[in-house]
């Protein structure tokens, strides 16, 4: 997901009461929810392709989330001997570097397990497994997402801590448990909402499948993305053996599912193609890519093929989900 959603998450998980456990506690979780985006740097070495072939891997796989909590808690707690102790509030409470540790890995397990929600995907073992995992649950940038946690917040920060006798809590009695604020309650929703878009998804996907079974013509593949702001609509990809077909899922139309009059050919045994698969640009875009698909663009010296991922896009000159290898001669 987009990291205003990582922020807004790590923001109303301080607001629940984490933040009550240690001091820097909010700060923790708000530098804990986007850490492992710490690997898009990998863009300022080798550009978009080796960046491409290392995100939501190293950094997101379950070695980084058990290393990722114990370093930042290693960086608080030299930020606190640094500060030693200027600017912070009175009754702040004390430092605590198990309660760091604790919120920095809560924290930090909601950034693999939000990515995993979309069409991008997640490699869960890396360094050990180089595999991709995808949830196709949730647009990579949801809105809706965004409204329910910021009112979460503003609720919040506008109605106070409140017990059950609508009493305002002590700072230690507020650090002990998790409190049923507004925060909570979009976290809570959020994750239902995110269930429902699952469950809409996979069921989608299984009754495709069926359908194109029965009709004779089973697919090898099928894929049911989300789109921006309409969760009753997805788009659908079907790979077949040698062509790519395509569909619309919208669930307040009957009949919920329809073909696109339109097809792509992979194109994949082509010599071309073949040659282009085996060059470090074509390997690497190829380690990434879900639906690729090639299209030669021949010229009397030098061809080129564009690899497309049809997940995203099926413009060979798009800026983003396609890449141009050119060949050296034919």
Same mark, same amino acid.
């Given at each position: ?25 909010? !700060? ?231 073909? @696109? ?19 470090? @640009? ?39 989900? !396609? ?5 050296q001669g034919r």
């Amino acid at each position: 997901m987009d990291n205003i959603c990582h922020t807004l998450v790590g923001a109303a998980l301080a607001q629940t009461g984490l933040k009550h456990r240690t001091r820097y506690g909010t !700060a923790t979780l708000l530098v804990s929810a986007n850490l492992p985006d710490v690997d898009i740097l990998s863009y300022a070495f080798g550009g978009g392709l080796t960046a491409l072939s290392f995100r939501r891997g190293w950094t997101h796989g379950v070695l980084a989330l058990g290393i990722l909590p114990l370093l930042l808690t290693g960086l608080v707690l030299l930020w606190s001997r640094a500060c030693r102790g200027r600017g912070d509030a009175p009754q702040a409470p004390p430092l605590r570097a198990s309660q760091v540790a604790l919120l920095a890995t809560v924290s930090i397990l909601t950034h693999p397990l939000l990515d995993f929600m979309n069409t991008y995907g997640m490699r869960w073992w890396m360094p050990f497994v180089n595999r991709w995992y995808y949830a196709d649950a949730l647009f990579i940038v949801d809105p809706w997402i965004w409204v329910v946690l910021v009112a979460g917040l503003l609720l919040t920060r506008w109605t106070g801590r409140e017990t059950g006798n609508g009493k305002r809590e002590t700072s230690a009695a507020s650090h002990r448990r998790w409190a049923m604020t507004p925060a909570a309650v979009s976290l809570l929703a959020i994750a239902v909402y995110a269930a429902v878009m699952l469950g809409a998804s996979q069921i989608a996907r299984r009754t495709i499948t069926q359908g194109l079974k029965a009709d004779g013509r089973a697919p090898l593949r099928v894929m049911v993305s989300p789109v921006p702001l309409n969760p009753l609509r997805r788009l659908v990809v079907i790979e077949d053996a040698d062509r790519y077909r395509f569909g619309t899922v919208y669930w307040l139309r009957r009949p919920v599912f329809a073909i @696109e009059p339109y097809e792509v050919a992979k194109n994949a045994t082509a010599p071309e193609a073949l040659v282009a698969r085996q060059s470090a @640009e074509g390997g690497a875009f190829l380690s990434w890519a879900r639906f690729p698909f090639f299209v030669v663009e021949a010229s009397r010296s030098s061809p080129v093929v564009h690899i497309v991922d049809a997940r995203y896009t099926l413009d060979p000159d798009a800026g983003f989900g !396609a890449v141009a290898v050119r060949l050296q001669g034919r």
